[in-house]
């Protein structure tokens, strides 16, 4: 799937195309996904914010360790530091 998805990439900048689906598949899925993750970003807690993102993207607990838990935690305070510019 990555290498299909990436053949795509090189021939349109459109991402609904490069991923291989309609415009409004694209649509309800983003609208899906931003409400998941805008709920794990608003966890509050840095580390259990973390285990939820990994969970999120696919992780199964067995293959989440202590690398993966400080990177998360990485994305979740740069993403709270951003959002708090931002206001």
């Known amino acids: 799937m990555i290498n299909e998805v990436l053949e795509r990439a090189k021939k349109s900048k459109v991402i609904y195309e490069i991923l291989g689906i309609s415009r409004e598949e694209y649509d309800r899925l983003f609208k899906q996904y931003l409400e998941e993750f805008n709920g794990i ?3 509050g807690r840095f580390v259990e914010a973390s285990i939820k993102l990994l969970r999120w993207l696919g992780f199964d607990e067995s293959k989440i ?4 838990l400080i990177k998360g935690v990485i994305v979740m305070k740069v993403l709270v530091r ?6």
């Open 65 to 68: 360790d202590l690398e993966k």
């Open 41 to 43: 970003v608003k966890t």
């Open 82 to 87: 951003e959002r708090k510019r931002e206001k």
